[in-house]
């Protein structure tokens, strides 16, 4: 593509600083946390009747920022008029929806220069109808690479919208996996969590596995076909904060992991007789108390479910205050080591018996699962090893130790400990088979926040919130890679596609909690 760009100006410093840092770390000691924004679709009619009384409205709500979906009323041909409106109503652009073919070469420097002029550097394509194709799917990730490197020079973005097409299985994965895995970083994935949801995925790990890349987000409800109901009776509804979503998991991994600027409410369902703008601050307002908890540290209770995580299907494996559930792997009952302290799932080894605990031994859960997602919290002291078991086949006259038959994500203190100068053998690798992309785990003494998902075979973990390991199982490749590893001369190893979830006795104190699991 060649585009005419006479009548753009160059913004080569600030393209520089486009890129959000996805280092989680910097965006906490910066407190960069994001910004509200609305789409404007959301209140679309209201928009056309009277653009400037809307947006003060949307100002008084307490939005800092609205997404622009095309309709600019008076100052459709006035960039700068409607950059001073919103100057004077404390509100910035915080993106604009933009068709494809809107930024074609005969109509790119016009359109750029437009959105330049009122301050918008984020151009968001809404949809395409090739995003759900095989085929198409790569050819739009061309023209979405194209026009990245054709915008950054102007200190702009391009970006794509998801709808629920794009959650479709695509060799092996989804179309939006091949979207974000045929352009470059700095293609804005926008992720509409509504249709996210919708689809029947997890949109926080669509966040966490492409770090840095949700700069701007949907917070949009949408309700499954199949109708929910809280415990108490009451009907959820489409407004944030009465559905079945967890917004706090989803602000959490925006604002650690995503490098997340502008969250955009969307709201294109308009339950109990409200009208568009009154759904619009109801929703605005359950976000808010969603922020306020998160950002008041309270978080959640401890080894408890959500209503919206009892909705998606999420059991608790542990409840804080008893083992039930729970057994010494190639035993009836659990080991009196095996302790519950503050709600904590502890391992005491004051006594030891070889290099495990007397009374102690690895643990296993009573139910066995197959397509599953995983998630706990671990604690190591100085120098500690454990590991977190998958697929356990409890048959402990072939399989002597746990280990011996499960598949293993290690738990370590990588520096204090001596298997962390071994290859495969650090926290977050799937122990002695394959190393973590990226080291993510925290100081001893730290709690660590583990998802582990595996679906159909497609085994994926997550450290932290950052996306560190996948692998496809029991393929030939994989086969090949058990056979090559300390496993090769244990027959059976790595081949139970149903089996327990088991922790691990290294002899070292480590603590769990907050264990949950949901079957896919």
């Known amino acids: 593509?060649?585009?005419?760009?006479?009548?753009?100006?160059?913004?080569?410093?600030?393209?520089?600083?486009?890129?959000?840092?996805?280092?989680?770390?910097?965006?906490?000691?910066t407190n960069d946390y994001?910004?509200?924004?609305?789409?404007?679709?959301?209140?679309?009619?209201?928009?056309?009747?009277?653009?400037?009384?809307?947006?003060?409205?949307?100002?008084?709500?307490?939005?800092?920022?609205?997404?622009?979906?095309?309709?600019?009323?008076?100052?459709?041909?006035?960039?700068?008029?409607?950059?001073?409106?919103?100057?004077?109503?404390?509100?910035?652009?915080?993106?604009?929806?933009?068709?494809?073919?809107?930024?074609?070469?005969?109509?790119?420097?016009?359109?750029?220069?437009?959105?330049?002029?009122?301050?918008?550097?984020?151009l968001i394509v809404p949809s395409d109808s090739r995003a759900g194709d095989p085929i198409g799917v790569k050819l739009l990730a061309q023209d979405l690479t194209s026009l990245s490197k054709q915008l950054k020079p102007f200190g702009m973005q391009i970006g794509f919208h998801n709808h629920s097409v794009e959650m479709n299985a695509f060799e092996g994965n989804t179309y939006w996996d091949a979207i974000a895995q045929n352009t470059p970083h700095d293609v804005i994935l926008q992720q509409d969590v509504g249709w996210t949801s919708y689809a029947g995925k997890d949109p926080v790990l669509f966040v966490k596995l492409y770090p840095g890349r949700t700069l701007t987000t949907h917070y949009k409800s949408k309700l499954p076909l199949q109708p929910l109901s809280t415990n108490s009776g009451k009907s959820y509804t489409t407004i944030i904060g009465q559905d079945n979503i967890d917004w706090d998991a989803l602000y959490q991994a925006n604002v650690q992991v995503g490098g997340t600027e502008w969250i955009v409410v969307e709201q294109e369902e308009y339950p109990n007789g409200l009208s568009p703008m009154q759904s619009v601050e109801q929703s605005l307002r359950g976000l808010q108390a969603v922020i306020a908890l998160r950002n008041a540290g309270t978080g959640r209770p401890l080894n408890a479910l959500t209503p919206s995580e009892q909705a998606n299907g999420w059991k608790l494996l542990f409840d804080g205050k008893s083992t039930q559930g729970w057994h010494a792997y190639g035993d009836a009952s659990i080991g009196r080591a095996w302790k519950?302290?503050?709600?904590?799932?502890?391992?005491?080894?004051?006594?030891?018996?070889?290099?495990?605990?007397?009374?102690?031994?690895?643990?296993?859960?009573?139910?066995?699962?197959?397509?599953?997602?995983?998630?706990?919290?671990?604690?190591?002291?100085?120098?500690?090893?454990?590991?977190?078991?998958?697929?356990?086949?409890?048959?402990?006259?072939?399989?002597?130790?746990a280990w011996n038959t499960g598949?293993?994500?290690?738990?370590?203190?990588?520096?204090?400990?001596?298997?962390?100068?071994?290859?495969?053998?650090?926290?977050?690798?799937?122990?002695?088979?394959?190393?973590?992309?990226?080291?993510?785990?925290?100081?001893?003494?730290?709690?660590?926040?583990?998802?582990?998902?595996?679906?159909?075979?497609?085994?994926?973990?997550?450290?932290?919130?950052r996306h560190v390991l996948s692998t496809r199982l029991w393929t030939d490749?994989?086969?090949?890679?058990?056979?090559?590893?300390?496993?090769?001369?244990?027959?059976?190893?790595?081949?139970?596609?149903?089996?327990?979830?088991?922790?691990?006795?290294?002899?070292?104190?480590?603590?769990?909690?907050?264990i949950k699991i949901r079957s896919l």
Not at 85 to 109: E, M, N, W, Y
């Open 1 to 29: 593509m060649s585009f005419i760009f006479s009548q753009l100006r160059p913004i080569v410093a600030q393209a520089k600083q486009v890129n959000h840092p996805a280092n989680s770390q910097a965006a906490t000691q």
């Open 34 to 122: 994001p910004q509200l924004s609305v789409q404007l679709w959301s209140v679309k009619d209201d928009v056309n009747k009277d653009f400037e009384g809307t947006l003060k409205k949307i100002a008084a709500m307490g939005f800092q920022g609205v997404e622009f979906a095309g309709d600019f009323g008076p100052y459709k041909d006035n960039a700068h008029g409607l950059k001073r409106f919103l100057d004077k109503t404390g509100l910035k652009a915080s993106g604009a929806h933009v068709a494809i073919t809107q930024l074609s070469p005969d109509r790119f420097a016009r359109l750029v220069k437009f959105y330049q002029d009122i301050g918008c550097t984020k």
């Open 340 to 401: 519950i302290s503050q709600g904590e799932l502890q391992l005491d080894v004051s006594k030891k018996d070889g290099w495990q605990t007397s009374g102690g031994g690895d643990i296993v859960t009573d139910e066995q699962f197959d397509n599953f997602h995983l998630q706990l919290e671990w604690k190591l002291q100085k120098n500690g090893n454990s590991g977190i078991f998958l697929y356990v086949n409890e048959d402990a006259k072939q399989f002597p130790y």
């Open 407 to 465: 598949l293993e994500m290690q738990v370590l203190d990588n520096e204090g400990h001596a298997d962390g100068k071994i290859f495969k053998h650090r926290a977050g690798d799937l122990y002695d088979l394959i190393a973590a992309t990226q080291a993510t785990a925290l100081t001893p003494g730290q709690w660590n926040l583990v998802d582990i998902v595996c679906d159909h075979g497609e085994l994926n973990f997550y450290l932290n919130g």
């Open 477 to 514: 490749a994989w086969k090949e890679l058990v056979r090559q590893s300390k496993f090769g001369n244990m027959p059976g190893f790595g081949e139970t596609k149903k089996g327990r979830i088991g922790l691990q006795d290294h002899g070292d104190p480590v603590s769990f909690r907050n």
